[in-house]
């Protein structure tokens, strides 16, 4: 739902919402009754009036009146409402400005009842610390004269902050291509409880437009976001569209209009305007594209700067397409489609798309219990990105598991963030299941949740060393599999069964992984403990049972001829647990006990 443009004059729609009485302000009871501030922004305050009792249920008509109270105003704004409506939202007013607002109450044109209050308006740079930005703010359609743009809520998950918010501070100025600074800025309120969208008309051809979106309360506003976008120019499609953005990336695409059959594009950005004044203005790049492409993805650029974008044939006589887009502030390096993919009643398992182009080292996860009375976040050790495997491969979605909470996962809020050149960015909460995932999302691109509480995590005698090297010839070697055989003597193991504990145990398999690396997670001769507890490269390692044997394999999946896999497999040791002896850290592990080694190729 959009709002409407209305920059001036008076809503009559009662108020979505009532604030806390705290917020409330009531003012001049000498006649009976009462006048309440229900909320005050830089430019609007919401009002209540109740008259006494006897004399309100006769009252058929209220005429009220503002006008600013430290001025002798001859000629006040007066509106009227129906005698069953008490409330009047008052926009278009000045900052830090008080304001008389009088209220006269009438049966069949004789007055019964008036009261009168001065409340201000607030100031329009009030900040507050706690109202994060909204998100994700981006075009959804444009035209010569019309921009339509979209944003996410502000991530507030404290119930009490969240219920403050009443509207959202959004503004648009044209950019002055010439000086490259901003003209009149137009301001508009979009309620928070009735849309995050809103639709700009009667706009200027061919101009570049500055749009701002803040969240705000009835004390004050958050964060800002903002975007630069561009109309269309006179008879022209919209052809180029800006994709994806972050600080230092803009990824276009376009339609390709001109068919394929040509000598490629020339794709320019040119430096129009930035927050830092170091970047250098009017510098322009440019870039050969194949005429096979309907994207492109312009590196290295400058945080928080705006570029003009043209994408013109080399061949063809035309002038192409063009667009003004900005790149995201420091610290917008966010994990993209982040969402729970499967959960079971004590974890969780994610999976998201990494930040692009190998900018990012390590992710960090955090979580909270939103029925909790005091709200803390718990903070898991952060990650390598490399670590983060996804079981299935090849899959680029990097996979996360949160197992053994003590409540439900549905009550609790899950966040992630990226680490880019030793800087941690903001944090991005994952989307929850709407709708269960496809049984075969779940099977590959998710790691299998624990339907139950993993316990003996680091028990003496449920974990055992074992060396794992990688093999000596790595070319298109994929993954590594660590594999657990329940069986003795083991047994014979289709690779293409190879599967989590869980799943295994369903579909009544004797053997399971416990944990895979890939090249990059495996450069050398390294020592694994079977049965840590701890996710490996996509794996739950569960615990093994003491007392119990065990034989494990090292699966090696090479990708040759044209996609088909190659499989080697290692046999290792018999694990036979035999309790004595002791570390001098006090942890227990099994003897090894020496089986022949066996290696099989399967292709």
Request: proline residues 6%; contains cysteine.
């Amino acid at each position: 739902m959009m709002s409407s443009l209305e920059d001036e004059g008076i809503s009559h729609k009662e108020p979505s919402r009532s604030v806390s009485s705290r917020f409330e302000l009531t003012c001049n009871e000498d006649n009976g009754g009462a006048i309440k501030l229900l909320s005050a922004g830089y430019d609007n305050i919401c009002v209540r009036w109740i008259p006494p009792g006897v004399v309100g249920d006769n009252i058929d008509k209220y005429e009220v009146f503002i006008d600013v109270a430290s001025e002798l105003d001859q000629n006040p704004r007066r509106h009227e409402t129906p005698g069953s409506q008490t409330e009047l939202h008052f926009q278009g007013l000045k900052p830090v400005t008080p304001y008389n607002v009088t209220v006269q109450g009438s049966s069949e044109g004789k007055k019964l009842w008036f009261i009168s209050a001065v409340f201000p308006t607030t100031d329009l740079s009030a900040k507050l610390d706690w109202l994060t930005t909204p998100m994700d703010l981006r075009l959804i359609e444009k035209s010569e004269t019309m921009l339509h743009v979209t944003w996410e809520p502000p991530e507030i998950w404290e119930p009490e902050k969240r219920e403050l918010i009443t509207h959202y501070r959004v503004t648009i100025a044209p950019v002055d291509i010439d000086t490259n600074k901003l003209g009149s800025a137009k301001n508009y309120t979009v309620p928070f409880s009735g849309g995050n969208s809103i639709k700009f008309e009667d706009l200027n051809p061919e101009t570049i437009y500055n749009i701002t979106v803040q969240a705000g309360t009835d004390t004050g506003y958050g964060e800002m976001i903002w975007g630069t976008w561009s109309t269309l120019s006179i008879g022209k499609s919209h052809i180029l569209r800006l994709k994806y953005r972050t600080p230092t990336i803009l990824t276009v695409e376009w339609d390709p209009v001109w068919g394929t059959n040509h000598k490629g594009y020339i794709l320019t950005a040119k430096t129009l305007a930035s927050i830092y004044p170091n970047v250098r203005l009017n510098i322009i790049r440019m870039f050969d594209v194949d005429a096979s492409e309907t994207e492109f993805v312009i590196r290295k650029l400058d945080p928080a700067t705006t570029y003009n974008v043209t994408l013109i044939p080399k061949d063809q006589k035309t002038d192409g397409a063009w667009g003004a887009y900005s790149t995201l502030p420091p610290g917008w390096f966010l994990p993209r489609n982040l969402k729970h993919c499967d959960k079971t009643k004590h974890a969780i398992s994610m999976s998201w798309e990494p930040v692009d182009h190998d900018l990012d080292t390590h992710y960090q996860v955090r979580y909270m219990r939103l029925k909790e009375q005091n709200t803390v976040w718990i903070e898991e050790s952060e990650k390598l990105k490399q670590d983060l495997l996804c079981p299935k491969d090849p899959c680029s979605r990097l996979c996360y598991l949160v197992f053994n909470l003590e409540n439900n996962p549905d009550e609790f809020i899950f966040q992630v963030r990226a680490k880019v050149d030793g800087v941690w960015n903001r944090w991005k909460t994952a989307a929850r299941l709407t709708v269960s995932e496809p049984p075969e999302i779940k099977a590959a691109c998710c790691i299998v949740p624990p339907p139950y509480h993993v316990k003996n995590i680091g028990s003496p005698g449920t974990f055992l060393e074992i060396d794992i090297a990688p093999a000596l010839t790595e070319t298109n070697i994929t993954r590594y599999y660590v594999v657990v055989d329940k069986r003795d003597p083991p047994g014979d193991a289709n690779w293409t069964e190879l599967t989590d504990k869980i799943t295994a145990s369903k579909l009544n398999i004797q053997h399971y992984v416990a944990a895979s690396f890939n090249m990059e997670t495996l450069t050398k001769t390294s020592k694994v403990k079977l049965g840590d507890g701890t996710v490996i490269g996509g794996y739950l390692n569960y615990p093994l049972v003491k007392d119990k044997k065990y034989n494990y394999e090292i699966y090696t999946k090479w990708m040759l001829n044209e996609g088909q896999p190659v499989i080697a497999r290692l046999r290792g040791r018999l694990i036979y647990w035999v309790v004595k002896k002791i570390l001098k850290d006090q942890s227990t592990f099994g003897e090894l006990m020496p089986c022949d080694r066996a290696q099989n190729f399967v292709g």
